[in-house]
């Protein structure tokens, strides 16, 4: 089978292509690198030969995108300029790769006889409404124009299917982890960042309180849903589900699992809130089990514990490596 993959050379992208690579599939990568990395898809090309292809290119030209979808059967679309604090600081931008991309894509998928679309929405849709667990069938309540967008991405996939017969599935991610996520970008998680932070003896910097909590994903589960609803039943085209693990954790609780995996504490550094944060978050994973067979395989303490080690054997020259001088060796 063929894929596309937008936005490949990401965080979640890449983590995709390589894993459809190790299956056997054939991968073709949409990037422009804006916010993806290079060294993401390292190696691919000379391991893999003609199943792995790479157009550097943007959402937002349609021709690229049409070129891109020429005799795909599946796409993943994880491609968008990602962040809430980004989208806020710049809405035009992000509306544009999120929104205007997302219907170049849809076109171009519907025009070149794509199977299916499987999109990557954002639990932030939900925005800072108390009720918990969320439910794809409660109102969303977006807070920022991050989430304004990925929700009207939903919708469009939605009515694409509806009009056009192009099946589509929206998942909805609560806070995705794990390897190849940059902790030195200006938006990076929390995750990265906390363990970077300790790592190197730095105060992770905590927003608010730390004590709102979140449904964080490991990466290998988010894998799982994207395959799972390539080939999930008919049923399952049109609809939203939740992509998560239904468990919560408080950015503290997390800081001290990191302490612990570390070996040492690091005082945080508190700072506001920060504009479009939501306080809590909990997935209702149940539709997901139902729709397209979801079964989460990687709880957080173990995904965390993986993530923890990536981020150590990373080179890195702010970090000393264990039992050495300063540096660490991947």
Same mark, same amino acid.
């Given at each position: 089978?063929?894929? /596309?993959?937008? #936005? ?41 030969? $003609? ?7 943007? /959402? ?35 509306? #544009? ?29 939900? #925005? ?49 982890? #794990? ?40 990466? $290998? ?21 939740? %992509? ?37 978050? /909990? ?8 729709? %397209? ?38």
């Amino acid at each position: 089978m063929k894929y /596309l993959v937008t #936005g490949g050379a990401g965080f979640v992208g890449s983590n995709l292509t390589r894993a459809l690579l190790a299956s056997g599939q054939s991968v073709r990568v949409l990037d422009n690198f804006l916010t993806g990395k290079r060294e993401n898809l390292a190696g691919l090309a000379e391991a893999h030969g $003609d199943a792995f292809e790479l157009n550097e290119g943007d /959402l937002r030209d349609l021709e690229t995108v049409r070129e891109s979808a020429k005799g795909i059967e599946f796409v993943l679309h994880q491609g968008a300029l990602p962040s809430v604090p980004r989208s806020v600081a710049d809405p035009i931008l992000s509306n #544009g790769i999120n929104v205007a991309g997302t219907v170049n894509l849809l076109v171009a998928a519907r025009d070149a006889g794509v199977r299916r679309v499987v999109y990557a929405a954002s639990s932030s849709v939900y #925005g800072d409404t108390p009720q918990l667990p969320k439910r794809a069938s409660m109102t969303p309540t977006p807070k920022s124009p991050y989430a304004a967008q990925k929700l009207m991405g939903e919708y469009y996939l939605r009515i694409f299917y509806e009009i056009y017969g192009l099946e589509t599935v929206s998942l909805r991610y609560f806070n995705v982890f #794990g390897p190849r996520q940059d902790p030195q970008s200006t938006y990076a998680a929390v995750i990265p960042r906390f363990i970077t932070s300790v790592l190197r003896g730095v105060p992770p910097t905590v927003y608010g309180d730390g004590l709102q909590t979140r449904d964080f994903t490991y990466i $290998d589960n988010v894998i799982q849903a994207n395959l799972a609803a390539c080939l999930a039943p008919k049923t399952a085209c049109g609809k939203v589900v939740n %992509i998560a693990c239904g468990e919560r954790v408080s950015l503290l609780d997390i800081l001290e699992i990191v302490y612990g995996l570390a070996g040492k504490r690091v005082s945080p550094k508190f700072e506001p809130a920060r504009v479009g944060d939501v306080r809590d978050s /909990l997935a209702d994973i149940s539709v997901a089990r139902d729709l %397209i067979g979801y079964d989460p395989k990687v709880p957080f303490p173990e995904g965390l514990a993986k993530t923890f080690d990536w981020l150590r054997s990373t080179p890195d020259p702010d970090v000393p490596a264990a039992g050495s001088g300063k540096g660490r060796s991947a």
